[in-house]
């Protein structure tokens, strides 16, 4: 999904956001630099479309993908909007796949990048970026808030994986130690408000 298999001076931008609706939506682009293709003479219609063709290949619903082409790269953009999670772990490009499943309340990501291999003589802009709906419980990349960012580099293997609520923080269900520890302090009030008004009527 993250097309890092291909060596070379790639351009690579994942920006997913995981609702509490357990759907996907954002934006991933794979492009190659059109420099790259001329050095290794490849020409790039063709690199464009066998990037379309892995990404729409059993395309879940709610994905679609487009050619793109700037100044400095060639490629495909997809968009993502509603994609259940179970759908999204079809998704393949390049032998690469990006999973998300559910476990209980919350949500596990995981993928590798393994770029050990490809010369680092290379240059690659690749950023992955997922945002979850509630807290991050645990990443392996720099946290900020909901959102966990991994910029994968050359000569080296990135483990992508992280786990985070499937709910907002405001909505999460109440652990039930503190729904006993606020019964047993209503308990306690009660029982000090029945002594004290006990020696009340005493007096």
Avoid: Y
Wanted: aromatic share 4%; charged share 25%.
């Amino acid at each position: 999904m993250l097309a890092v298999a291909l060596a070379g001076c790639v351009r690579a931008e994942v920006d997913l956001t995981v609702t509490e609706e357990r759907t996907v939506e954002g934006t991933i682009l794979l492009a190659w630099h059109t420099d790259f293709l001329e050095r290794i003479e490849r020409d790039p219609a063709e690199a464009q479309q066998e990037i379309l063709d892995d990404l729409t290949d059993d395309a879940p619903d709610g994905m679609a993908c487009q050619p793109f082409e700037d100044a400095e790269a060639i490629g495909v953009t997809c968009t993502l909007d509603g994609v259940h999670l179970e759908d999204v772990n079809q998704v393949e490009a390049f032998d690469q796949r990006l999973t998300l499943v559910e476990a209980g309340d919350d949500v596990v990501l995981s993928a590798v990048i393994d770029l050990d291999e490809v010369p680092v003589d290379e240059t690659m802009e690749a950023i992955v970026r997922v945002t979850f709906p509630g807290r991050v419980i645990d990443a392996s990349g720099p946290i900020d808030g909901q959102t966990v960012t991994w910029e994968p580099e050359l000569g080296q293997r990135t483990e992508l994986k992280a786990t985070a609520r499937l709910l907002p923080d405001a909505r999460e269900p109440i652990p039930a130690w503190v729904g006993a520890v606020i019964f047993a302090v209503v308990v306690l009030v009660v029982v000090l408000a029945g002594a004290e008004w006990t020696q009340v009527r005493r007096r």
